[in-house]
């Protein structure tokens, strides 16, 4: 109702003008001659307003010519009979002119319309084939194709089945196959849904299948992982668990043996391999149970608040190493799982000793800048190249040079235990010098005692 006021408006408007216009002009021109005046009100109306205006504009623009300014002025009688064929000859010219007009206006709005639905299509399409989740895409989507189709909102539902009271569902098709529905709360321009809604329905289904193929990959790889670890943790019971029960059942099997003479010192140095193999045994099982915990993510710290270089000296005596390792530094607070850090210092520092030459020191140097507290254990051994410094972390990962005993589960406990205190260990090597082991954790700031 609004836009055929505005029409009614403009297209008074534009014929009073002209006519003003033709009032000033016919002192020096004649006034047949300006009758093609009318055609500048025509054109503006035909363009905006569309045919339909444009007609009413040219009739409107006969008679006024007609009543102002063809004798006898103020009727639509003429003088001259020949003058009706002039005004029969300017409404067809000003029809047919407002045809053209029209018909320029509307293929430049249906050139609009494609660009702005290509341009949508383009869109959607780099936005969701970059990796962007289709269900998270989905409200803007929408909305952006509610705009295309000149609508004042619209939902879409994968493979139906949603409730939209007072919305009328729409289709969404490709290949044959019913992708979706959008929901309207009016009826769409009717060009724009032929061309725009099978192109939307053919996207979305190569999105819904991009996402399928993702969440398959996703499973591929999480298998595959699986399988590594189950492989790897299969040669390590085949190995490291094989390794010491075969000693502790030779060991019994010669405690057990009558026929023969065991010195004191022979069955004592039996009784401490027994030792050795059985410790060797729990700490293994022990890993594996706790490193089962970590990916599962049941390792929760309980935290509390203590000093770094007190966490670094408890993890040296609980290996008995304090003479050969040197501790440096300062004593910042972290709050953390005591029990989990420690075992983090103590698989860090028990490493560099492993690869240490003997009698040599370990060097933990601990620092701290306002956000973290650094602990770096730095070794004498041989270091690491650049392409082993990520792979040491991974759970049963040895180096094809390691000839020391373990499952290679202690740096990958390590991380675990170090990212469940929200800190991190990584590794650092130079050629030709050992290699530095570091644990950053979250400093926290030391209470302020008020005087009393």
């Known amino acids: 109702m609004r836009k055929i006021a505005s029409g009614l408006l403009a297209s008074a408007a534009a014929v009073t003008i002209v006519t003003a216009a033709v009032e000033l002009f016919k002192l020096w021109v004649p006034v047949l001659s300006l009758g093609v005046l009318y055609l500048f009100a025509v054109l503006p109306i035909a363009v905006t307003y569309g045919l339909g205006f444009a007609v009413l504009t040219s009739v409107a623009s006969m008679l006024a010519f007609n009543w102002f300014h063809l004798p006898p002025v103020h009727t639509f009688t003429l003088a001259n009979s020949s003058n009706w064929f002039s005004l029969a000859v300017y409404l ?7 045809e053209l007009a029209a018909g320029s206006r509307r293929r430049a709005a249906s050139a609009e319309q494609r660009e702005r639905e290509s341009a949508l299509l383009a869109r959607l399409a780099t936005d969701l084939l970059a990796g962007r989740s289709l ?4 409200p803007a989507i929408a ?5 295309v189709l000149g609508v004042d909102s619209a939902s879409i539902e994968l493979h139906g089945g949603g409730r939209h009271p007072g919305e009328a569902p729409y289709t969404l098709e490709a290949a044959g196959r019913t992708v979706g529905e959008i929901y309207m709360p009016q009826d769409p321009n009717a060009a724009a849904q032929r061309r725009f809604l099978p ?18 990959a996703l499973e591929a790889e999480t298998l595959r992982r699986s399988d590594l670890v189950k492989t790897a943790l299969l040669r390590a019971v085949s190995h490291d668990l094989r390794s010491p029960l075969t000693g502790i059942r030779t060991a019994i099997g010669a405690l057990r043996n009558p026929t023969l003479h065991l ?28 490193l089962s915990r ?27 190493a304090r003479d050969r390792v040197d501790i440096l530094g300062e004593a910042p607070l972290v709050n953390v799982d005591a ?8 698989n860090l520092i028990e490493n560099a000793l492993a690869f240490s030459p003997a009698g040599s020191h370990v060097v933990v140097r601990i620092t701290a800048t306002r956000k973290e507290a650094i602990v770096r254990v730095v070794d004498q051994g041989p270091g690491l190249p650049e392409p082993e410094l990520e792979r040491v972390f991974e759970p049963f990962y040895r180096q094809s040079s390691d000839s020391h005993a373990g499952a290679g589960l202690g740096l990958a406990m390590a991380r675990g235990f170090a990212a469940a205190n929200g800190g991190r260990v ?17 400093v926290v700031e030391a209470p302020v005692e008020l005087p009393a």
Do not use: C, H, M
Request: proline share 3%; charged share 30%.
């Open 92 to 98: 067809g010219t000003a029809v047919v002119v407002s």
């Open 135 to 138: 269900d998270e895409e989905l």
């Open 143 to 147: 909305g952006r194709a509610a705009e």
């Open 199 to 216: 192109a939307l329905a053919a996207l979305l289904a190569v999105a819904e299948e991009r996402d399928r193929l993702e969440r398959d």
């Open 263 to 290: 010195s004191d010192a022979d069955r004592g140095e039996l009784l401490d391999t027994i030792e050795v193999d059985s410790d060797r045994l729990s700490r293994l099982v022990g890993d594996l149970l706790d």
């Open 294 to 320: 970590l990916e599962a993510g049941g390792a929760a710290p309980d935290r509390e608040l203590w000093s770094l270089d007190d966490l670094v000296r408890e993890a040296v005596d609980s290996l008995g």
């Open 339 to 346: 029990v989990q850090i420690q075992r983090v210092l103590a």
């Open 426 to 442: 990584w590794a650092e090597s130079r050629p030709q010098q050992g290699a530095t082991f570091a644990l950053a954790l979250p």
